[in-house]
């Protein structure tokens, strides 16, 4: 069996409307990020790592409806987690500046509504304003820090068009996951800074292997007068290979969303997304966007007659 | 089979030996999240430090603290300093996190104090009442003019300046006496320096504590102090609280100690703690109490005072302190935290995350069905696609994970929740790098190559896709160990681990099978990929 085995796909002639697709799926996600803001003071749903804030697990012997528990204490923020039978319960204060201590609160307040021994507090997580901002700032320097970092390898590796090129689909995929986050108000933890992470480095993974297949085209004599032409044999040639590691992965985190429990599957839903995203920015945004600067700053060694001459110096440097 | 060929079953034998037996042996750390435990980031509080801060006050209190975990019994706490102001306590397995939290954060800092005997009391309450209206106005000092016995007027407590009612004026009116006297109103004495203030004024008590106004009328040398409330207080005794006024300049700091032990008051059966002094503290103890006797001394831990006896007799070496009310086991917890030791300086929690012992066992089923069925999924795709090279692959992948885990095992890592989904997601992207290899070798297959210049040749031109492409991702968790804190940290390890571990399988191992795929069919023109 072979899939695309004769794939010969215009994909830069499809570049028009790819990128009309991704501004839609950027705008989309920033007009939510923006009715978040004015809707419910945050533009991302950030939880207590980055807030500050306690939050209880309680599990009980039998499901409980969330009207329940509210009906005990009107003033937390209560919602299922993972089953009918878990609450997560939520109140913004620290505990310390609470005066009490946060399993012991909950467990005095349900003590009123529900009898001892039905339920269990199953985890606490209390997190210090000061830890909160910590977090925030140390979560976007790890943001910029790897996408530098990975410009300055692709620069040395590849050549500075390619890496511009890499991290500007990385930008891409940030933002659009950024904005599915934002739609479906997923909780951002620190784990969902390592999914997010996880994206960068598979979607950059997926570019390259791209771009290895371009530069190693770009050697061949005259590939440079036909560089469109070039870029679509590339991305053709490892199209086969983008679906079965993009399958592959797709499958484990399937699974984990599917049968991993409800800490890991918020974690696994931004990691399918972000992966879906990540093989789409390769195609469609990274190689295109090669594409325009090469159009509007040419690299001198890909004008076609001086090939020979120049392609060690520039392409493979 | 040729000596290269040999060479490198024997690497690879060799290396997952001794993966496997590092797995065996050490096991691998499980974090919080999987096993159930407290995790308590700790940080110095300066605001309320008494003195200097010695410049090692944070290795000191790991010490201590690991002194008293360890007494509780907990296996295989983790304490470490990070940073200059912050400590890591990491409980794994604990049952009681509350009682292990009050153990670890007790200051411990024992004082013995005399209880004052001013020589007017009345003259230094009137000018606390005085301080108290000359901070607040008559408005607010009348906002909470109750008695213990008085009655309370509904909402009157908390409310705020300026929004009074009529009526609650005319309350006010009938109680100008109580006006006058915002603060002793809500005391009533008990014995000479102390007071019984009723439970719901002591917050109004301490804010009228807190005002500089007052603390300049307290007389210089004297300071208030709540009594201590035990835990398993019963209701009746939580009613109402003692509040001292004692000589601020201790007679005897818990420096001095040298053993403390539970046990239980042989006349009425209560849970004390009884203590001893070393030969320095027992002399320096034995003038002090000699010069006092007849007076009463306070018991002060974590400013709080315990009790307060008379002192009958010199006290030398041995001493007790009542608990009133107490259970046995926070007799047994105060007498732990005395013999470790009081902390260099108070500290306060910062962050706290604790994980029940089942929730940790469902994390771990959980992912372990979830991982084996991505797992699944993964061979049935490779298998599938790529036929018998497929299965050398899925051998490559079966090895990979053995040296991922024997990775963790060296490195004591630990693996948490993100980590063991980390883990399961690199197999799915460490098949990446043999997806590489069997495109090209099958590119080379259809450009009418040899088979041996086939496979070659296919390995060869991956190399610099997957070098590149792994690069990018060690930048990535490299960043991520950086930036994370516990689990985020355990998730960089693993990816990173398992980028290098799938180049080495991918590469080495696949290209080893088919080496002798090839040796043991020289003739064969054709591959199953």
């Not at chain 2, 020589?119 to 909470?144: F, K, T, W, Y």
């Not at chain 2, 929690?349 to 929730?359: A, M």
């Amino acid at each position: 069996m072979r899939l695309f085995e004769h794939a010969n796909y215009p994909f830069l002639q499809w570049r028009r409307r790819a990128y009309i697709l991704s501004a839609v799926l950027i705008l989309g996600g920033v007009a939510m990020m923006v009715r978040n803001a004015v809707q419910y003071g945050s533009w991302l749903n950030y939880g207590i790592d980055f807030t500050g804030g306690t939050t209880v697990v309680v599990r009980f012997d039998r499901p409980v409806a969330v009207e329940q528990i509210r009906a005990v204490a009107p003033d937390w923020e209560i919602s299922h987690f993972g089953s009918d039978r878990e609450i997560l319960i939520r109140f913004g204060g620290f505990q310390q500046a609470l005066g009490q201590d946060a399993a012991a609160r909950v467990t005095e307040a349900l003590r009123r509504r529900f009898p001892a021994g039905s339920f269990d507090i199953e985890r606490v997580e209390a997190v210090g304003p000061k830890v909160g901002q910590e977090l925030q700032r140390k979560a976007l320097i790890a943001l910029v820090m790897a996408n530098l970092l990975t410009l300055v390898y692709l620069a040395i590796r590849f050549e500075w068009r390619f890496g511009v090129a890499a991290v500007a689909a990385t930008v891409h995929d940030i933002l659009i996951t950024l904005g599915i986050l934002a739609t479906l108000r997923t909780t951002i933890s620190t784990e969902t800074v390592a999914a997010f992470l996880t994206i960068v480095g598979y979607s950059l993974n997926d570019t390259i292997v791209i771009f290895d297949r371009i530069r190693e085209n770009l050697r061949q004599p005259g590939a440079g007068r036909h560089l469109a032409e070039t870029l679509n044999r590339s991305v053709n040639e490892t199209l086969s290979r983008t679906a079965l590691t993009g399958g592959s992965a797709l499958a484990t985190l399937l699974s984990l969303m599917i049968f991993g429990g409800p800490v890991i599957r918020e974690f696994a839903v931004v990691l399918t997304l972000g992966i879906v995203v990540g093989t789409f920015s390769s195609i469609f945004v990274a190689t295109p966007i090669l594409y325009e600067i090469e159009q509007r700053w040419p690299s001198p060694q890909l004008q076609g007659a001086r090939v020979p001459a120049a392609r060690t110096a520039g392409a493979r440097r | 089979m040729s000596k290269t060929l040999l060479y490198r079953f024997a690497l690879i034998a060799g290396l997952v030996l001794l993966a496997a037996g590092l797995v065996w042996r050490r096991g691998i750390n499980l974090g919080l999240d999987l096993q159930g435990g407290t995790y308590l980031a700790l940080e110095l509080d300066r605001s309320q430090l008494r003195g200097e801060l010695p410049p090692d006050a944070a290795d000191q209190i790991v010490q201590i603290i690991r002194t008293r975990v360890d007494e509780l019994g907990v296996a295989e706490p983790s304490i470490r300093k990070v940073g200059t102001d912050r400590v890591v306590v990491e409980l794994p397995g604990i049952r009681d996190e509350q009682r292990a939290k009050e153990v670890i954060l007790k200051t411990a800092f024992l004082e013995f104090k005399l209880v004052a005997q001013p020589d007017n009391v009345d003259a230094l309450l009137r000018r606390l009442d005085r301080a108290v209206l000359e901070a607040l106005g008559p408005q607010a000092a009348h906002a909470g003019p109750t008695s213990p016995t008085g009655p309370t007027p509904a909402g009157g407590l908390f409310r705020p300046r300026g929004t009074d009612t009529a009526a609650s004026r005319d309350t006010a009116r009938a109680d100008t006496a109580l006006a006058a006297r915002p603060f002793s109103a809500k005391l009533t004495p008990v014995d000479e320096g102390v007071w019984s203030v009723a439970a719901e004024d002591t917050a109004i008590i301490n804010r009228y504590l807190s005002l500089p106004q007052v603390q300049a009328a307290v007389p210089r040398g004297l300071e208030f102090r709540w009594a201590f409330v035990p835990r398993a207080a019963s209701a009746q005794a939580r009613r109402e609280r003692l509040l001292y006024l004692l000589e601020s300049r201790p007679i005897l700091t818990g420096q001095y100690l040298e053993d403390a032990q539970a046990q239980r008051d042989p006349q009425l059966g209560q849970p004390e703690v009884v203590f001893r002094l070393n030969r320095r503290g027992g002399r320096l103890f034995g003038e002090a109490t000699g010069r006092s006797v007849g007076r009463k001394l306070a018991i002060v831990l974590d400013g709080r005072v315990y009790s307060a006896p008379v002192i009958q007799d010199r006290i030398e070496r041995n001493g007790r302190i009542t608990l009133g009310g107490a259970s046995m086991e926070e007799a047994r917890d105060l007498a732990l935290v005395l013999r470790a030791g009081a902390l260099p300086a108070p500290i306060r929690i910062v962050e706290e995350r604790t994980i029940g012992p089942s929730l940790g066992q469902d994390a771990i089923r959980q992912g372990w069905r979830a991982g084996l069925i991505g797992v699944a999924l993964v061979v049935l795709l490779m298998v599938g696609y790529y036929k018998f090279s497929g299965v050398l692959a899925v051998v490559a992948l079966g090895l990979y994970v053995i040296l991922v885990l024997g990775f963790l095992a060296f490195l004591g890592a630990t693996l948490t929740l993100p980590g063991l989904a980390g883990l399961v997601l690199s197999i799915g992207m460490a098949v990446d790098a043999n997806v590489l290899i069997f495109e090209r070798i099958r590119e080379e297959l259809a450009l009418g190559r040899s088979l041996r210049a086939a496979i070659d040749g296919g390995f060869k031109n991956a190399l610099s896709a997957i070098v590149d492409s792994n690069v990018t991702t060690l930048i990535a968790a490299a960043v991520l160990y950086q930036f994370g804190t516990g689990p985020v940290r355990g998730f960089a390890v693993t990816l990173a681990l398992g980028v290098v571990a799938s180049m080495f399988t991918a590469i080495f191992v696949t290209r080893t099978l088919f080496l002798f795929y090839l040796s043991r069919r020289p003739t064969a023109q054709t591959l199953s990929i």
